[in-house]
């Protein structure tokens, strides 16, 4: 900052407990401007935008690649002072006037409103390789000097009505035998069912299998919920793994056969399934093997959603900041019922129809 435009500062007013967005909502708050001294503004925004961005390097002997890819959803601003060359409309003051582009020294106040979008948009994520992002980004220029910029995250869940995934609430069934080798003799078999595929934060996964150990030992079931983070670029692709869940039931007895039914709860904090991406995938999977001891353990994998629960909003919370910078006694300038900006009534376009998955696998 320079010494005219001591701080900027964004804050916007949380609508649930959780400081959680999601398709239609309104994002209203403040862009607070403390000026030490009598300065003049070319221009003064805000921007509304969400983007996804994926990038990686690979290095082969002497060579380094890197992949790089982008997804912009929306980009929209609120002019508050404009550019002589700017075709955006410009915010009006509180009086009626436009706000002057002399600002004296104090805390001056300008306030915006925004909506999300109705249309299919992926969630907030981050991962190694790629994030998916929606923020608010104040820019303040004058003549001869840098950009004085500040930004802010604002935590966005979509919602799964504007993404169906076919098949979610319909059962799933795999079955498997194997054959026993080296140290264990004889063989082993599952036939796994689950009564769907589509599961909210903090629901109970129910699997039902019947095992049947005609193999030498004992083997016990064991049950693994793990994520897989996919990257898309240049016709690359980037793929990371990790367990979030594991647990171990009962063992079954060699030569016996049992009905098994596993509960497993899904943390209400695990992030929802990205499916609706063009190039960053955010899936899920179950897996259900049989731990046997010297044999290479037999498994099922299935395909799970995980989908968000969203919190009812709540009445009034205070604002949310951009730093812990005190507000103080403001100026005149706000006006506390700014016209709401971005994309108008929230209604789908003509023949509009919801962004498909990302390609196969195979297709990169």
């Known amino acids: ?128 390789d790629g994030t998916i992002v929606y923020l608010l980004e104040a820019v303040l220029s004058r003549s001869m000097r840098m950009d004085s910029k500040k930004s802010t995250m604002i935590n966005f869940v979509g919602r799964g009505d504007l993404n169906p995934v076919p098949g979610l609430m319909e059962p799933q069934h795999e079955t498997m035998d194997k054959k026993m080798k080296l140290f264990t003799s004889g063989t082993v078999a599952m036939d796994v069912n689950l009564e769907k595929s589509g599961f909210f934060q903090g629901e109970g996964l129910k699997v039902k299998a019947f095992i049947k150990n005609d193999s030498s030992r004992e083997i016990k079931p064991k049950y693994c919920i793990y994520q897989k983070h996919s990257f898309f670029a240049q016709g690359k692709r980037r793929v990371h793994t990790k367990d979030l869940i594991k647990e171990v039931g009962k063992p079954i007895p060699a030569k016996a056969s049992e009905n098994v039914t596993h509960v497993i709860a899904i943390p209400q904090d695990v992030e929802p399934s990205i499916l609706n991406c063009s190039i960053i995938k955010a899936e899920h999977r179950l897996r259900v093997y049989l731990d046997v001891k010297y044999a290479s353990d037999p498994e099922i994998k299935f395909d799970i959603v995980i989908l968000p629960v969203h919190q009812v909003p709540a009445v009034a919370t205070a604002p949310t900041a951009a730093s812990d910078f005190g507000i103080g006694p403001f100026g005149s300038y706000g006006n506390p019922n700014p016209p709401m900006w971005g994309f108008g009534p929230q209604q789908p376009p003509p023949g509009y129809q919801p962004a498909g998955p990302p390609p196969p696998y195979g297709a990169h």
């Open 1 to 128: 900052m320079s010494s005219s435009i001591k701080k900027i500062e964004i804050t916007y007013n949380p609508i649930n407990v959780s400081n959680t967005f999601t398709n239609g909502d309104i994002v209203s708050g403040q862009v607070s401007v403390e000026v030490a001294k009598d300065c003049q503004i070319s221009s003064f925004y805000i921007r509304f935008k969400g983007k996804a961005d994926v990038f990686w390097s690979e290095t082969h002997g002497q060579t380094t690649h890197t992949y790089h890819a982008k997804d912009k959803y929306f980009s929209v601003r609120q002019y508050f002072i404009r550019d002589s060359n700017s075709k955006d409309d410009q915010i009006p003051h509180q009086s009626g006037e436009t706000y002057s582009n002399v600002v004296r020294p104090r805390i001056h106040v300008y306030p915006f409103t925004f909506q999300f979008p109705l249309q299919n948009i992926p969630s907030t994520f981050t991962g190694a």
